[in-house]
């Protein structure tokens, strides 16, 4: 229909009305043009409409149109119901069923580590340690003091990185170095000074940024310098006494024995969980191993090797051995779960970072050290 008959009354010379011959439609008459006759179709008679509508006289040719459109659209509508509407409705044959999965081999126990590359690194570390130890003292004070300074750099660039904690690193590692040295040469009186001045150099660099997060950063920075630099100190407290190498072996070993004992027993009777908030690895099977390895381990060493040393003593440090190292463990991963990230760094093959390695050493060393003042002395 086009837009001008919207609403506009019948033209003359409409399909079914008698006109004069003069006035019937010719190609310029006023009715309509052939055209219109090409695109207008007779319409249907209403029956019972008014005598004089348009289209009245052909009633009998509207009811054969009306259902000759009647039967086409049954036609059509038969049609369109006698099969599916849609591809998608045509018959399909079931899919074949598939066999049931084979169920899977129950899966073997792994480490969590390269086992190949710990091991590796472990003894190299370890070979590098007793030829530094046994050899000349000053160069075993170097590696110490390296190690921490190192351990500070890890512990502090993953503070900035998760936390946007900025411990001032440049004072942290100048004090920590000296505070080894200072331990060394002065024992515990030097060791406490250094450790004082290292907080007060933290607390006047921190001074030169603005003041936004100035106790958080230097709260960090003075923890830093208690956890890595300070326990340290220690370490080397030992290797002033006269046989202070094997003090430092035995305190080394005993650590890594603690350490073997709680991996291979809880590797494999390993069931009850010790801490999984903070480890879920650790079962307190496997912290019943580290107390046993590390107990006869130290039994050995105060009996045959520690001079005035007893066996018995031995086996309160090797208690308090397995102890400190497993709570240094918990304390550094808790650290890691509170940063989000599971290592400290990447800088050893199978360890991880440097502090990954010193977690066990670092409180273990005070309490070793305090044991073998009070049983054989500090000479």
Not at 338 to 365: E, Q, V, Y
């Amino acid at each position: 229909m086009n837009d001008s008959s919207w609403g506009a009354p019948p033209r003359a010379g409409y399909v079914g009305e008698q006109l004069p011959p003069d006035q019937r439609a010719t190609p310029a008459g006023p009715a309509y043009d052939e055209q219109d006759i090409q695109h207008t179709r007779p319409m249907s008679v209403v029956p019972g409409a008014a005598p004089g509508f348009p289209g009245a006289g052909g009633e009998a040719a509207g009811r054969a149109a009306d259902g000759r459109a009647d039967g086409d659209d049954r036609d059509r509508g038969a049609a369109r119901l006698s099969g599916p509407l849609f591809r998608d409705e045509m018959p399909q044959e079931p899919m074949p069923t598939p066999p049931p999965a084979a169920p899977e081999p129950p899966k073997k126990k792994r480490a969590g580590r390269d086992l190949r590359a710990a091991i590796g690194v472990g003894l190299g570390l370890g070979a590098m340690l007793a030829v530094s130890l046994f050899i000349v003292e000053a160069v075993f004070v170097g590696v110490v003091a390296v190690a921490v300074m190192v351990g500070l750099w890890e512990l502090t660039s993953r503070l900035e990185e998760r936390k946007q904690i900025k411990a001032p690193l440049v004072p942290l590692a100048i004090g920590g170095a000296a505070m080894v040295v200072a331990g060394y040469v002065s024992g515990a009186d030097g060791a406490f000074v250094a450790m004082a001045l290292t907080a007060l150099a933290v607390l006047a660099w921190r001074m030169t940024e603005p003041p936004e997060g100035y106790l958080r950063d230097v709260t960090a920075g003075v923890f830093a310098a208690f956890y890595v630099p300070f326990l340290a100190t220690f370490v080397v407290m030992m290797l002033t006494a006269d046989d202070g190498a094997l003090r430092v072996l035995m305190f080394l070993v005993l650590t890594v024995v603690s350490d073997t004992g709680a991996y291979a027993v809880g590797w494999r009777l390993g069931t009850h969980k010790l801490a999984p908030r903070i480890s879920p690895g650790k079962t307190r099977e496997g912290l019943a191993g580290a107390v046993a390895f590390a107990m006869a381990g130290g039994a050995l060493f105060m009996q045959f090797v520690i001079d005035d040393g007893v066996w018995w003593q031995g086996l309160i440090l090797g208690f308090a051995v397995a102890t400190t190292a497993t709570l240094g463990d918990l304390g550094e991963s808790m650290i890691k779960r509170d940063l989000g990230i599971k290592d400290m760094g990447t800088l050893l093959p199978g360890h991880g970072g440097i502090m990954d390695r010193l977690d066990s050493l670092l409180p273990t060393a005070p309490v070793v050290w305090l044991l073998l003042v009070i049983f054989v002395g500090s000479g």
